[in-house]
């Protein structure tokens, strides 16, 4: 179904916070892929289904061992791993260097992703720097979502980082969408203000709204303590990002949504709602 890359230019704005949170409350059937070069985290900041942690040899360096001769979008879900709370996701590489060897995947890598059915696919791309390989997987989205604080310094590159994408060089098509990690305090304000600059520089690119920044949340999610996960800034803002964004994806992305429906339709996705996973001073014993 839908293939949306989620990136940021620079700083640690929250890219991969965005996905997971999008992805736990994703109304349609989703995998969060993480793609970012610089390695991923997602190992070492939340565990499997059942406490254990997730397997970091499972997920994009097991798919790339199998598809040197060819990828086929049916070859992704086994290289999944499900998370505590029932996300399912694909774990990325765990350093830049193993990143270096990969450069061939991503292309065949997007074009399975966009065509992975019923699944709507969340792609963490980190940073993009310049001429990044990720770019064969951006060139195949539907739509490439960078994410921002609402800093002068974040938005300027924001800005140098929409003329890249959309000059010739990149290639890319997708439609370009802005989200504010913006402060509750002043939400609404940070939403416009960044709305306002896009606005100015004629910019290609919407701003499809807000995600909370909320450090509480932040923590939740990552499985730190237990909580009010489900009623968090954080994921009330995740909700109505999603719903956005679903909004405005392309036609040939935005097909029904079909509520709390699994990739694996035997095991339906458990709602975020559930108990909190244990602080990891409790897992294992
Ligand atoms: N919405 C948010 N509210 C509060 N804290 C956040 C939020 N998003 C991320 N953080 C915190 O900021 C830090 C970086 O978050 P995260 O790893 O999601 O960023 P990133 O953009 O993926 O970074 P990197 O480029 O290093 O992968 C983490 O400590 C995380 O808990
Ligand atoms: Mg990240």
Known sequence: MALIALAADKGAPGVTTAAIALGAVWPRPVLVAECDQAGGDLVYRLPAEGGGMLNPSRGLLSLAAT????????????????????????????????AQALTWLWAPLGRCFASLHPVDVLADCGRLGAGSPLNDLLREADM???????????????RERIGVLTSAESRTRAPIGVVVIA????????????????????????????????????????????????????????????????????????????VRVTSDPARPRAPLAQPAPPAPSERGR
């Open 144 to 158: 490439i979502v960078l994410l921002t604080r609402a800093s002068l310094e974040q938005v300027a590159h924001l």
């Open 183 to 258: 402060d509750p305090r002043d939400y609404r304000g940070s939403i416009a203000e960044v709305e306002r600059i896009v606005a100015q520089a004629s910019l290609p690119a919407t701003v499809l709204g807000g995600f909370a920044y909320d450090p509480k949340g932040a923590e939740l999610l990552r499985g730190q303590w237990g909580g009010r996960l489900d009623k968090s800034l954080l994921i009330r803002s995740a909700r109505e990002l999603a719903g956005g964004l679903l909004g405005r994806l392309p036609v040939r992305a935005a097909l029904p949504v079909d």
């Open 67 to 98: 598809a040197r001769r060819g990828l086929r979008p049916d070859q992704i879900p086994e290289h999944a791993q499900r998370l505590v709370g029932g996300l399912d996701v694909l774990a990325g590489v765990t350093n830049a260097e193993q």
